[in-house]
């Protein structure tokens, strides 16, 4: 059964920073894909960034890149989203999931999501 536990929103002015965590526990953590949505108020959830199972590969929406980094530590089981320059439409609730194989985190739908973790940013 696998287990999502995301920490580290808060409150935040624009142009701050904030550095997001994700632990996964349940699965074979190296052999998964991992990777970030976010769903503002009144909006459907959507792709933020994905990285790959050895960390050699990471992909972002179009709205985040070069704002926000996605990294894993594969020994914690554990990946992290540094987000940087941030603007007040990034405000939503962040979460991760997992998936075998990459491409899927794009497109897939998924049945399991964590509690996710707040991320206000105020102008």
């Known amino acids: 059964q696998v287990h999502i536990v995301e920490s580290g929103g808060g409150l935040v002015q624009a142009g701050g920073f904030l550095r997001l965590s994700c632990v996964v526990s349940?699965?074979?953590?190296?052999?998964?894909?991992m990777g970030w949505f976010r769903q503002a108020p009144g909006k459907e959830r959507e792709f933020v960034a994905s990285?790959?199972?050895?960390?050699?590969?990471?992909y972002y929406a179009d709205f985040v890149r070069g704002r926000f980094s996605i990294s894993r530590d594969n020994a914690k089981n554990t990946v992290y989203l540094q987000m940087n320059s941030l603007i007040p439409e990034d405000t939503a609730v962040y979460y991760c999931n997992a998936d075998l194989y990459i491409k899927n985190l794009r497109i897939k739908e998924y049945d399991y999501w964590g509690q996710g973790t707040q991320v206000t940013v105020s102008s």
């Open positions: 990285i790959s199972p050895t960390g050699g590969s990471a």
């Open positions: 349940g699965r074979a953590f190296n052999n998964y894909a």
